[in-house]
């Protein structure tokens, strides 16, 4: 195999980088089957959101389906438990979640949600939109819902978010019942996740429905589960990191979002660069155990697999989906993988011939300025939207989260969503053009049927006519006999 040489200080970040994956993986092997024989007598019952395709919903058959579905079963597999998937409203999968009849669901992470209940690591990203009439005053700040009769599904992560903003909160149990009663003229505004609000429109031929605005509040979706059940927590974060390592999740979300847009694009193209944060789970384990002593014990007992299990963990680095990379203080590259390269253009050694490398992809001294202080200063790890510009001059839309290692030093991690947003504005000006197709149709057909009324007319007169002179001839033919 061959790898980029990484020497000096990028070659001690990286080999930090990789030895605490391999801590975890070192440690997961020796808890692995004390876990599975625990495992094994587990009977587990999960709940997901009715009406919230393509996440999770009844197809034609009645039988639950969809995204979330499909990632539960495979996370059953590599757990080896029997799981029960139940759907239902979201406010009842929410209640028993929280009374404990069921054991986890797929939930919008929120700081006001983690009081009550625990968050697995994250396995997708989700915006919500504003859906509104297209003879409604469109939104420009989220301040212009103030005092707006706004329509929300009962306990989604939008009706906790509005209730600061709108006193005026019209609760509903589904999306769809959300879409067909805005549709109907009833209300402002409904708020909800985009995707699914946009599959509904156009699933119910919502043709006077259209989302406008900003997007508001990216959420991530976890694994729910009860305040302190942190061994189910912990079991699930560990299945969706070896779904990743796998492949598997990949397959997942490739079989359902890759659909939402038949013969616009290519679907292929359309979400590949939304995986989901798979290798940064790794390193949140790793930071989690890195420094404990049994750890340490269990590094040093199998040293002669380190040369094995480092290359293992450089492979996947360097060929992770993901972007990974890292800048030190003095705004330096350290790490830079080969979806960096392939995102963006640039080797390592081509960034750090500038003065301030950052400048490259985001010339823009305000932005600038704000991006190092989120990299330097503030690395919370909370995915947030940018737009850096790459080696040809193209800006993309990409997704970034900042986290510590233990050094101190910032690694960040993200995904290019350009190409998610262009499918999306393409299916609405797709949607835009079917209307207007319709609307012209409809002219058409009116010009035709007036044309038609006015022939009518003309028959029927010259009918009354010709009777009127048959009866002036029998008249006349009488009075002749």
């Known amino acids: 195999m061959n790898y980029l040489p990484l020497e000096g200080k990028n070659s001690l970040v990286l080999r930090y980088f990789v030895f605490a994956l391999i801590a975890v993986w070192v440690l997961s092997t020796l808890t692995l089957s004390a876990q599975e024989t625990e495992l094994h007598k587990k009977h587990y019952v999960i709940g997901v959101a009715l009406g919230l395709p393509p996440y999770s919903f009844l197809d034609e058959n009645g039988r639950v389906a969809g995204y979330s579905v499909d990632l539960t079963r495979a996370i059953a597999q590599v757990m080896q438990v029997d799981i029960e998937i139940i759907i239902g409203p979201w406010g009842e999968i929410r209640q028993a979640l929280e009374t404990g009849e069921i054991d986890a669901a797929p939930m919008y992470y929120s700081v006001e949600r983690d009081k009550l209940v625990d968050f697995s690591s994250p396995f997708s990203i989700v915006h919500n939109a504003i859906f509104m009439r297209r003879d409604t005053t469109a939104i420009k700040v989220e301040e212009d819902l103030r005092d707006k009769d706004i329509i929300v599904i009962r306990g989604d992560i939008m009706h906790n978010y509005m209730n600061s903003i709108s006193d005026n909160l019209v609760l509903v149990s589904t999306e769809s019942d959300a879409l067909r009663l805005l549709a109907s003229g009833e209300h402002d505004y409904a708020l909800m996740a985009r995707i699914p609000g946009l599959y509904w429109v156009k699933e119910l031929k919502l043709s006077n429905i259209v989302t406008l605005g900003p997007l508001i509040l990216p959420s991530q979706i976890c694994y729910a589960v009860a305040e302190g059940n942190t061994e189910l927590k912990n079991l699930l974060t560990e299945s969706l990191v070896t779904l990743g390592m796998t492949g598997e999740s990949k397959l997942i979300s490739d079989k359902w979002l890759e659909s939402l847009v038949p013969g616009v694009v290519s679907p292929v193209t359309a979400l590949k660069y939304i995986i989901y944060a798979i290798v940064p789970l790794l390193i949140l384990l790793a930071l989690a155990m890195v420094w404990s002593r049994s750890l340490k014990r269990q590094v040093t007992e199998r040293t ?21 990379n890292s800048f030190d203080g003095n705004g330096r590259c350290i790490l830079w993988n080969k979806e960096c390269r392939k995102t963006f253009g640039w080797t ?65 991690q993200g995904h290019d969503i350009t190409k998610l947003r262009e499918t999306e504005d393409e299916l609405t000006d797709h949607r835009n053009h079917l209307e207007e197709l319709v609307k012209k149709r409809t002219a058409e057909l009116e010009v035709k049927n007036t044309k038609l009324e006015k022939y009518n007319r003309l028959f029927v007169d010259r009918e009354f006519r010709i009777k009127e002179l048959r009866n002036r001839v029998k008249k006349l033919e009488g009075g002749n006999s």
């Open 304 to 324: 002669h697999e380190l040369s094995e299990s480092e290359e293992r963990f450089r492979t996947i680095f360097q060929n992770s989906p993901v972007l990974i």
């Open 348 to 412: 390592m050694d081509e960034i750090n011939t500038h003065d301030f490398p950052m400048t490259l992809f985001y010339p823009d001294p305000a932005v600038y300025e704000e991006v190092m202080r989120t990299v330097t200063s503030d690395p919370n790890g909370r995915f947030r939207e940018w737009h850096p510009v790459t080696k040809e001059g193209k800006t993309l839309i990409t997704m970034w989260a900042n986290f510590h290692l233990p050094s101190g030093q910032v690694f960040s």
